[in-house]
């Protein structure tokens, strides 16, 4: 009779730990990290895509700088917007803090834009077909174009991971972990300052 209990017994207790589980599982305690791991993976994306981008720009002005005196103050620009942005980091632990996005964000657009502008100048001025001539000037061209694709791919795979983790945090019941257990917070996406901004500017035509 007591083995029988005994049995009974242990059959309630594996089954009242596998509703435990269960009901733990449904409350965020393995959707919220995993979420916010992959929110986070894909930033480090991001960061490497604008890494990407800043390691070329040293090429480009090694190339350019003997073309003309007219672009050099465009070509100073660059080179200066290149040192803040890449003196301007945003670790995983951040990504909830929408000052420090928008001083990163602010920074790698000065960025863009002045990267933008030295190759409209190139490309719009006839004064420069030496430059245009040289096959590394042409590589770079292709270079540049891939990188900036890649920043634009990376930008929105970091924002759909993070519209899929503030999702979870603020749906029931995940919501319940999330709160109770992680004290999780909201992350930033890379919100656009004008439309489009967030894709960064095709080099095609442009250099």
């Not at 594996?14 to 992959?38: F, R």
């Amino acid at each position: 009779m007591s083995t029988s209990f005994d049995r009974f017994g242990n059959f309630g207790r594996i089954a009242l730990v596998s509703v435990a589980a269960a009901s733990l599982a449904g409350c965020g305690i393995n959707s919220v990290p995993t979420a916010e791991e992959a929110a986070k993976a894909k930033w480090a994306d991001v960061q490497a895509a604008f890494q990407e981008r800043a390691n070329l720009i040293p090429n480009l002005a090694a190339v350019a700088k003997g073309a003309a005196a007219q672009e050099k103050g465009i070509l100073v620009g660059v080179v200066e917007a290149r040192a803040k942005a890449t003196s301007i980091t945003l670790s995983a632990d951040d990504l909830t803090d929408p000052a420090k996005m928008k001083a990163f964000q602010d920074a790698q657009n000065q960025l863009s834009g002045t990267l933008g502008g030295f190759g409209r100048l190139l490309a719009n001025t006839e004064a420069y077909p030496t430059v245009k001539s040289i096959d590394n000037y042409q590589m770079l061209q292709s270079q540049l174009e891939g990188s900036e694709n890649r920043v634009r791919i990376a930008i929105r795979d970091y924002n759909e991971a993070v519209r899929n983790y503030n999702t979870t945090i603020r749906t029931f019941p995940d919501a319940i972990g999330a709160k109770v257990i992680y004290g999780a917070q909201p992350m930033v996406p890379y919100q656009a300052t004008t439309p489009g901004a967030e894709a960064a500017p095709s080099l095609e035509g442009k250099l």
